[in-house]
């Protein structure tokens, strides 16, 4: 096995005795697991994928329970009294804006990823599973190799991680479960606090249902289920459709519909949902792009809501000299490419051009996202593009006016660069 391991075994044994000689308090859990991790800079010692030959390779010293699926794939290097340590490895997935049911400290032990911080007000509390209010982004961090961030359970901690590099591993030391604590809540700005991991099998059958239903039986059940169901039902079965690959149009008429019976509850869950899709949208598009300034971009139109923060992020990271505004529109030319000679798609967006190749599609779509970014007067917009490329034939106008409309949609990956 590899020297690694010797080096985690001493790290949660000295976790253990200090950890006791507080009568294993949760609370001071947090604090005494940053600095363990802050003192010990495993990151410059540890190598993961030797870690990760090791599992081929040999039975790991610790027990893999698989009581955490939470990696691609998780590594349990130590089990404590109460707490485990485990490195995580990451290549596509991203976590969602989550809070915790437990506490400890994380560290980046290999690659990058940038980090956000939110706070959850609470407006009105549906069921135990099912609250809405405000959720609200309190800071953004580009983390690299090294740096360590404690992890307070509840709602004191919510947070999500965009990795940049792929793969990235973060090495985590964290209790187990804390019962008051539970359960632990995923949010869904601008507005929803939800529990998804709790089992319920009356709800996932359901939910199968919708695949089998006919068109012909859909919509009248729809229509009963609108006028019928509880809240927490309705958002389950609008969240199953708020996704590109299902029909996010149907949970907008299911919301629709609903408005008479649920009234403001109604206005909290439409924009939660739309950013659902439009998160998807950039998830999807993510596990295409290894390209590490093209992930940061995905990264910042995921975790931010507003063109200025977008780039000042990406001003921080473009050679000096260079206009972020620049710099964003070419990331974008080049995150929309496709090798067709009539299409072009910008993660949901197709615009399709049937009077010239990629060229002319690509210099009208950076046209286009020029105009979204620096918030130009829409009525400038044709002109411009003619400007660039030359006259417009018949017909353009109109798809160029449809594109900037698509760019406008809540759901679209691009619609936070016109705040």
Do not use: C, K
């Not at 363990?36 to 599992?55: G, Y």
């Not at 996010?248 to 439409?270: E, F, K, N, T, Y």
């Not at 046209?367 to 918030?375: C, G, K, N, P, S």
């Amino acid at each position: 096995m590899s020297p690694e391991w010797t080096l985690f075994r001493d790290l949660g044994d000295a976790l253990t005795r200090a950890w006791r000689a507080l009568d294993f308090d949760e609370a001071r859990f947090p604090e005494l697991a940053t600095r363990a991790l802050t003192e010990a800079q495993l990151a410059d010692h540890v190598d993961p994928m030797a870690l990760l030959s090791d599992l081929l390779l040999a039975e790991p010293p610790v027990e893999q329970r698989g009581d955490n699926d939470f990696g691609e794939p998780p590594l349990t290097v130590y089990r404590g009294p109460g707490f485990y340590i485990e490195v995580l490895y990451w290549l596509d997935a991203t976590t969602t804006l989550h809070g915790h049911g437990f506490s400890g400290a994380f560290q980046v032990l290999a690659g990058s990823s940038l980090h956000t911080t939110h706070t959850f007000t609470e407006h009105r509390r549906v069921r135990s599973t099912l609250r809405l209010g405000t959720v609200t982004r309190q800071s953004v961090a580009l983390l690299e190799r090294g740096e360590v961030r404690p992890i307070h359970a509840g709602d004191a901690f919510i947070h999500a991680l965009f990795h940049l590099d792929r793969p990235s591993v973060s090495l985590v030391v964290r209790t187990t479960t804390e019962a008051d604590r539970l359960p632990q809540f995923s949010y869904l700005p601008p507005s929803v606090a939800y529990v998804e991991d709790l089992p319920d099998p009356l709800r996932d059958r359901r939910l199968r249902a919708l695949a089998v239903l006919p068109e012909s039986v859909l919509v009248p059940t729809y229509r009963r289920l609108a006028t019928e169901s509880d809240l927490g039902l309705l958002f389950a079965v609008a969240r199953h459709h708020a996704h590109p690959l299902r029909d996010p149009a149907l949970a907008r008429q299911l919301l629709d519909l609903a408005r008479p019976r649920h009234g403001a509850a109604i206005d909290a869950l439409v924009p939660a949902l739309d950013e659902q899709v439009r998160r998807f949208h950039l998830t999807e598009r993510r596990a295409l792009v290894t390209e590490p300034d093209l992930r940061f971009v995905l990264a910042l139109l995921m975790n931010l809501d507003r063109r200025d923060d977008v780039l000042a992020l990406l001003a921080r990271r473009v050679p000096a000299g260079i206009d972020p505004v620049d710099a964003l529109i070419t990331a974008l030319i080049a995150l929309a490419y496709r090798p067709d000679a009539t299409t072009t798609g910008v993660l949901d967006v197709v615009f399709t051009h049937a009077f010239g190749g990629s060229e002319r599609v690509l210099a009208i779509y950076g046209e286009v996202v020029r105009a979204l970014v620096e918030h130009d007067d829409p009525s400038a917009l044709v002109p411009r593009v003619t400007w660039v490329v030359g006259e417009l034939e018949p017909g353009e106008a109109a798809g160029v006016e449809g594109l900037y409309a698509n760019l406008l949609a809540p759901t679209s990956p691009l619609s936070i660069l016109a705040r």
